[in-house]
Structure formats: structure tokens, C-alpha cells
């Protein structure tokens, strides 16, 4: 089945201690990213990746890192994490650019206590 | 820089009755790319439909239709006789074919929260 995995689906950590939310997809995808969603802001991008070894910016990459060292996998590493990353999150993944569907996994649920 | 405006953001109903989602949208490009996905209570994204700037046929797809007019920037989103499993979150996203040649930058609307009552 195609599809978009998350670990984990919920999270409460505390400010300042370190946490990976890994992604993977096993369409062979060229294309990941990362989103925030927030009440009333609808989902920001936070982080992309076009192929392996080449990531950049989102809208709202600060205090977030990212890697994509295979083309399965695209983990979102919060290296110090505060409260207002508290946030639903997801990974998404697709052909590629432009027109092409978006594929999204079931989300993670990060509280920053 | 792009833009996508959900104004409405929660709809009650009751069952039965027709629902239009608003979208309006801002983009400099001549070539983009519109979406509405659906969030359900269980938190998933499900892609519903797609339409790209060129194409400005309406479409409908069973109880679904939306109406994509350039003149007005807008991709709005009609439900038919709605049900209680229609509800759920509803977003417009709108990407740019030239997003600094990449990137596949999607902006999201707010969304719009559909509650449909028995």
C-alpha cells in the first residue's frame, strides 16, 4: 500500500530536550516536506527536499533542521525544543513539483511543555 | 508572493441542505495549480480534487462540484445535499509552477471548519 509514515503520532516533551519525528514513504518519491499546521493558519511549510542531499527553506524553518540521507526517509529534528513548536505536524510527500498531488502522512502531535 | 483566504471559518448545516466553501486566492504567476484537500475528525489529509489555471471548467464529481473563476481569483467548493460524514476541515492550497524553479511551495488557506448536524 502507498503510503506516508510518521513516529511518532504523539509527542509531549519538555522545552530543551531533543526529538526526531521521522517520515518515510515507499512511493519513490523525489519530493518531501515538512508541514506546521495551527488553528486559523491553515498548513506552512516548514521544510522541503527536492532529492537526496538537497533540502531548503520553508516559511517557517526556524528552530527546525531536516536531513534526507536515503529518498525514503525525511526526519524533522527540533535540536531545542519551546512551546510555541507545539503543533500539529506533517510529512508529505509527491512526484514532484508544481501541479503534482501532495501525499500526506497521519500527522504527529507535538506538546512542548 | 502567494496567498490563499478561506473567510469562513466554520459552517454549521443541516443535513440536506447545499454548502458552498469559499477560496480566493493571490499569485503573480500565470500558471498555478489549485487544491482542496479534506481533514476529517481523524486528523488525516485527504486530496479531493485539483485544477490547474488554464482550465477553468467547473467539475463535479457526485454530490461534489467546484467553480473556478479567474475573474474573481476564486475555487470555491459546493457540497450537495450534504451529509454528517462531510464533516470535517476543508482547505484550498494553490502552488505556483515557478516557485523559484522549485520547492512545490503549497499555501494553505486557514480552512474552513464544516459541521453537519443530523
Known amino acids: 500500500e502507498a503510503q506516508v509514515t510518521q513516529n511518532p503520532r504523539y509527542l509531549i516533551t519538555v522545552t530543551g530536550k531533543k526529538l526526531t519525528v521521522t517520515c518515510s514513504q515507499n512511493m519513490n518519491h523525489e519530493y518531501m516536506s515538512w508541514y506546521r499546521q495551527d488553528p486559523g493558519l491553515g498548513l506552512r511549510q516548514i521544510y522541503y527536499s527536492m532529492n537526496v542531499e538537497v533540502t531548503d527553506k520553508g516559511d517557517v524553518p526556524e528552530g527546525y533542521k531536516v536531513s534526507r540521507k536515503e529518498k525514503r526517509n525525511f526526519p524533522l529534528i527540533l535540536e531545542s525544543p519551546s512551546p510555541n513548536q507545539t503543533s500539529l505536524y506533517f510529512c508529505?510527500?509527491?512526484?514532484?513539483?508544481?501541479?503534482?498531488?501532495?501525499?500526506f502522512g497521519p500527522g504527529t502531535r507535538l506538546t512542548v511543555t | 508572493a502567494q496567498k490563499v483566504t478561506q473567510a469562513q471559518t466554520e459552517i454549521s448545516v443541516v443535513e440536506k441542505e447545499d454548502v458552498t466553501l469559499d477560496c480566493v486566492y493571490e499569485?503573480?504567476?500565470?500558471?498555478?495549480?489549485l487544491f482542496w484537500y479534506k481533514q476529517p475528525p481523524s486528523g488525516e489529509l485527504v486530496f479531493l480534487i485539483r485544477?490547474?489555471?488554464?482550465?477553468?471548467q467547473n467539475e463535479i464529481s457526485g454530490r461534489y462540484s467546484w467553480n473556478f473563476q479567474k475573474s474573481t481569483s476564486s475555487f470555491n467548493f459546493t457540497i450537495t445535499a450534504s451529509q454528517v460524514v462531510d464533516s470535517a476541515v476543508y482547505f484550498c492550497?494553490?502552488?505556483?509552477?515557478?516557485?523559484?524553479?522549485?520547492?512545490?511551495?503549497?499555501?494553505f488557506g486557514g480552512g474552513t471548519r464544516l459541521m453537519v448536524k443530523p
Open positions: 485544477r490547474n489555471s488554464f482550465d477553468e
Open positions: 492550497a494553490l502552488s505556483e509552477a515557478l516557485y523559484n524553479n522549485a520547492g512545490n511551495m503549497l499555501t
Open positions: 508529505a510527500s509527491s512526484v514532484g513539483t508544481g501541479a503534482y498531488e501532495q501525499y
Open positions: 499569485t503573480r504567476d500565470t500558471t498555478y495549480y
